[in-house]
C-alpha cells in the first residue's frame, strides 16, 4: 500500500487548502482534480444503484467549499476530511435506499495490458476470486478495506473518516483481511 | 504485517480493476463547481460588508415564502442540474438578508416556514407541528401526546418526502428519530438540512429497531408542509 504521509504533509497541498480557504477558484478546481479519481472511486462501490457518482463527488465537493473554514490540519489531514464529507453524502443515499449496489454488479474489465496472455488470465481468474470473496464480507469490513484501497487512506486517515482510533482501525483491517483470506478460501475449494 | 500488505495490495488491484475510467471530472460538473465557488465568494463578501438586521418573523404564518439560503444546504438529489441551480440560487442569496450560521449554535429565530397540524392517516389533528429555516438548515419541532410508546428498541422517524417517492424508489431525507416520553408526551426538535419547497410532505413512521435505515414502518402521522 502506498504511505499517505506524504500527501498529509505535502506542502503543495497544505498551499492549495490555504488559497482555497482564501476563495481562490484555481486552487479548488485543482483540489476537486488532486481528490476526484479516489473519491469518484469510492463513491461508485459505496452508492446505491440509482445515485449517480459524479454527482456526490460534486455535493462533497460543494460540501467542502461549504465548510472549508472550519477543517483543521489534524488527524488524518485534507483527504481524510473529504473522504469523511463523501461517507455522509454516500450514507445519507443508502438511508434513501438501502440496497448498496452489489460489487458483482460493477463491470468486469480486461486486464491490464502488457502482460503474457496466461498471466493475464491467471491475474484476472485471481482478481475475479478476490472480489467475489470481497463482497461477502460485511458492510462494514468493505467499507474498511474499500478506504484503505480504493480511497487510498492510510490507517490514521481511515480513522478519521469514521471516528475510530487508529488502533482500533488497524485491528479491524487486520480481522477483515483474516475474513477476506477464510472467504477466499472457501472460493478456491468451492 | 507483509502478509496483510500483500492481500491488501492485491485488493487493491483487484478493486481499481472494475473502478472504471473518469480519471478527471466532466466539464459540466466542474463548470457547476466554479460558479458554486463564486456564490461562495459573492456570499463571503456581501457577509463582510455591512447589512441591516434581519427582519422579525412574521407571528406564526401557516406558510411564509422561504428566503434564499445556500442552497447546497438544501439539495434534494444529486443531479447536475441541481447542482446548477444551486449555484444560481447562492449567488442570487448573496445580497439577501439572511441571519446565516454555519456553526452549531442555531439562531433561536429564523424564519418559519410552517406552523400548523400534524394529522393523524385519517386526517384528525394530532398535534403541531413548526418548520422554520435557520442558516444550517431547518428546525422541526413537533409537539404530540398521540403517539404511543412503541416496544423496546423501536422508535419513531420524522421524514422529509419529496414527489414520487414510493417502495423500492424512495424520495425522502430523514429529519431524525425519537422516541415519546414515559408520560406517552413527544415534544421533540430535530434539524434537518433540507428544503420543505422541494420535500413538501413531513411523514412520522414507527420504525422497527432492525438496523434497517430505511422507511419501512407505517405512517403515523403527517403535515403538508411545502
Redo the contacts between chains.
Keep these: 500500500?502506498p504511505s499517505n504521509d506524504a500527501r498529509h504533509d505535502d506542502p503543495h497541498l497544505r498551499a492549495l487548502v490555504q488559497r482555497a480557504r482564501a476563495?481562490d477558484?484555481a486552487a479548488?478546481?485543482l483540489l476537486?482534480?488532486h481528490a476526484?479519481?479516489r473519491l469518484?472511486?469510492y463513491a461508485?462501490?459505496r452508492l446505491p444503484g440509482?445515485?449517480?457518482p459524479?454527482?456526490?463527488?460534486?455535493?462533497t465537493?460543494?460540501?467542502a467549499?461549504?465548510?472549508i473554514?472550519?477543517f483543521r490540519w489534524r488527524d488524518g489531514g485534507f483527504d481524510a476530511w473529504l473522504f469523511g464529507i463523501l461517507r455522509l453524502?454516500v450514507l445519507?443515499?443508502?438511508?434513501?435506499?438501502?440496497r448498496a449496489r452489489p460489487v458483482a454488479e460493477?463491470?468486469?474489465?480486461a486486464?491490464?495490458a502488457g502482460d503474457e496472455p496466461a498471466e493475464q488470465a491467471l491475474?484476472a481468474e485471481?482478481?475475479?476470486l478476490?472480489?467475489r470473496a470481497?463482497a461477502r464480507l460485511s458492510d462494514s469490513d468493505r467499507e474498511l478495506?474499500?478506504l484503505?484501497?480504493?480511497g487510498?487512506l492510510s490507517a490514521e486517515e481511515v480513522a478519521t473518516v469514521v471516528g475510530r482510533r487508529a488502533g482500533a482501525v488497524r485491528m479491524a483491517?487486520?480481522r477483515a483481511?483474516d475474513r477476506?483470506?477464510a472467504k477466499l478460501r472457501e472460493s478456491e475449494h468451492a | 504485517m507483509p502478509d496483510d500488505e500483500r492481500l491488501l495490495d492485491e485488493l487493491a488491484a483487484a478493486l481499481r480493476a472494475d473502478a472504471g475510467p473518469h480519471a478527471e471530472p466532466d466539464p459540466q460538473r466542474l463548470a457547476a463547481f466554479r460558479r458554486a465557488v463564486a456564490a461562495r465568494n459573492a456570499e463571503a463578501a456581501s457577509t463582510a460588508a455591512p447589512a441591516s438586521p434581519p427582519a422579525p418573523p412574521a407571528p406564526a404564518p401557516r406558510r411564509r415564502r422561504r428566503l434564499a439560503a445556500p442552497a447546497w444546504l438544501t439539495r434534494p438529489r444529486l443531479t447536475v442540474g441541481t447542482a446548477l441551480a444551486a449555484a444560481a440560487l447562492a449567488i442570487g442569496s448573496a445580497l439577501a438578508v439572511v441571519a446565516l450560521d454555519d456553526g452549531g449554535d442555531a439562531t433561536p429565530a429564523g424564519v418559519v416556514e410552517y406552523a400548523g397540524a400534524i394529522r393523524l392517516p385519517d386526517g384528525a389533528d394530532a398535534g403541531s407541528l413548526e418548520i422554520r429555516e435557520i442558516g444550517i438548515g431547518r428546525t422541526v419541532d413537533l409537539r404530540t401526546d398521540a403517539l404511543p410508546l412503541l416496544p423496546r428498541g423501536d422508535y419513531y422517524e420524522v421524514w422529509f418526502v419529496g414527489p414520487g417517492d414510493r417502495p423500492g424508489r424512495p424520495n425522502r431525507i430523514s429529519a431524525g428519530t425519537f422516541h415519546p416520553d414515559r408520560a406517552g408526551r413527544s415534544n421533540v426538535q430535530l434539524k434537518a438540512a433540507v428544503d420543505p419547497a422541494l420535500y413538501p410532505t413531513v411523514e412520522i413512521t414507527a420504525e422497527p429497531g432492525d438496523g434497517n435505515p430505511a422507511a419501512t414502518g407505517p405512517e403515523v402521522m403527517r403535515a403538508e408542509v411545502g
Aim: glycine share 4%; charged share 40%; aromatic share 6%.
Design positions: 500500500m476563495g477558484q479548488w478546481e476537486y482534480r476526484y479519481p469518484l472511486a461508485r462501490r440509482d445515485a449517480s459524479e454527482d456526490a463527488v460534486l455535493e465537493m460543494t460540501r467549499l461549504e465548510k473554514d472550519r453524502v445519507e443515499h443508502q438511508r434513501a435506499d438501502r460493477l463491470p468486469e474489465r486486464a491490464p491475474r485471481r482478481h475475479g478476490l472480489r470481497f478495506l474499500e484503505r484501497v480504493v487510498e483491517q487486520t483481511l477476506l483470506r
